[in-house]
């Protein structure tokens, strides 16, 4: 496995004509959670400057180098959408607003959640349909309702890191950082998930302005289009277009042979239905790590990011993250300036991968909010994970 270091109330809610006409409902059954809500954890911002090595290839067949990037005043992530704003109009529903160039809905911001599903609203690339894993709740259908909410679920995850922070070196970060990633303005933000994912594609191995400039120009190879109501290029094509668009065609946007293949047969998983917001959604954590990594041109690093900053799934733990290794190790007590300095390979911080797992179980199933203060720990910015013309991975 190759190393990443990281460079990127209670009531639920009424079902409407409005929501129920617009969303396209999926139920599932989950037993209900036994947590309680805590009081919400606020607090400033990082403004520490940091010098972050990304290791790149989430293909197991490229190959590898480095690059360094100085990035400085980090600072808690902005609550922006991972990989993309979401800001078209002409393919989302009619009650979509937009703040600050972040789109939102309103009828969606307090909903049933849960740890094991997706909490954002989901967009289905092809069509303006909005997939949540809970948008409407019937107990004779899909069984007992989870506990907690999308206004809630912090909470609750805040409260259980509290109880299991048995060193008492997690309190500060706590009380001193607030994660806008899982908080209810974070989780009412819709995602379209192959813009995000194929945004990360364009930006592997190239810098934050190469990345910015081929997606710009890939944006601009689809033309206007009646059939998608386009009155020029769209703010990023659906699946179905890309699709067919021929390889030399995509390559002309500045891509590379290989990431033209990659976005493309992303795009084919799409518009075929092998991948879709109804899975993304309500599918297990291991089965949508399963079917995204089998897709050629995502790694597991770049998928455990996906799932934990845009599906907002909340027992993601990156175990192959230098940051979450080193953070952990700081968390555990350990020096790791002294660990640096001896070197000892790829789990120098940690020993190992098991020992990394078992020191992070007693947080499941908040595993990825446990990782995001684990990166502040490490001292890592987190807002270069959730840009949109970020380097997502250099090799």
């Known amino acids: 496995m190759s190393l990443r270091r990281s460079a990127r109330v209670q009531a639920l809610p009424s ?20 947590l309680k809500s805590s009081k919400s954890i ?23 180098s480095r690059k360094r990037q100085k990035i400085n005043g980090a600072s808690p992530p902005a609550q922006t959408l991972p ?7 002409a393919i989302l529903p009619n009650n979509v607003t937009t703040t600050n160039g972040h789109a939102s809905l309103p009828e969606l911001s307090d909903r049933p959640a849960e740890p094991h599903v997706a909490n954002a609203p989901i967009k289905s690339p092809d ?6 894993a809970y948008s409407t709740w019937s107990n004779d259908i899909a069984g007992p309702a989870p506990t907690s909410t999308t206004n809630s679920l912090l909470d609750d995850a805040i409260a259980h890191l509290k109880r299991n922070d048995e060193n008492g070196r997690l309190a500060p970060f706590l009380a001193k950082f607030h994660c806008k990633v899982f908080d209810a ?9 192959f813009r995000s994912l194929a945004s990360g594609i364009i930006a592997q191995q190239v810098s934050g302005a190469a990345a910015s400039s081929i997606k710009k120009k890939f944006v601009n190879l689809f033309a206007a289009s009646e059939k998608h109501n386009y009155a020029g290029p769209p703010d990023f094509p659906p699946p179905s277009m890309v699709a067919e668009m021929p390889i030399p065609t995509l390559r002309t946007a500045g891509l590379s042979q290989r990431k033209a293949e990659y976005i493309q047969g992303l795009a084919e998983q799409f518009a075929s239905g092998k991948l879709s917001a109804e899975m993304l959604a309500t599918a297990s954590d291991d089965e949508v790590m399963e079917k995204l990594i089998a897709v ?8 455990e990011m996906f799932a934990c900053f845009d599906l907002k ?3 993601v733990f990156s175990t192959g993250d230098l940051g979450v290794q080193r953070g952990l190790a700081v968390y555990l007590g350990k020096d790791v300036n002294k ?25 499941s199933p908040y595993r990825s909010l446990f990782m995001w203060y684990m990166w502040r720990l490490s001292d890592v910015d987190l807002s270069a994970l959730q840009d949109d013309d970020k380097v997502i991975s250099e090799t």
């Not at 403004?47 to 197991?60: A, G, I, L, R, Y």
């Not at 069509?127 to 949540?132: A, G, I, P, R, S």
């Not at 974070?186 to 379209?192: E, N, S």
């Open 296 to 303: 050629r041109g995502l790694g597991k690093w770049s998928v």
């Open 185 to 193: 303005e974070g989780l009412a933000q819709p995602i379209d998930p």
């Open 83 to 89: 990989a993309d704003d979401l800001t078209t109009t």
């Open 127 to 132: 069509t303006d349909k909005v997939v949540t």
């Open 339 to 363: 660990l640096k300095a001896k070197g000892g390979g790829k789990w120098k911080y940690m020993g190992s991968e098991k020992a990394m797992l078992d020191a992070a179980e007693r947080f």
């Open 15 to 34: 079902t409407t004509a409005t929501l129920t006409s617009q969303l396209k409902v999926t139920k599932r059954k989950t037993p209900a959670s036994s």
């Open 313 to 315: 799934r909340m027992d």
């Open 42 to 64: 606020t607090g400033p911002s990082l403004t520490s400057k940091t010098e972050q090595v990304v290791t790149v290839n989430d293909s197991s067949k490229q190959g590898t």
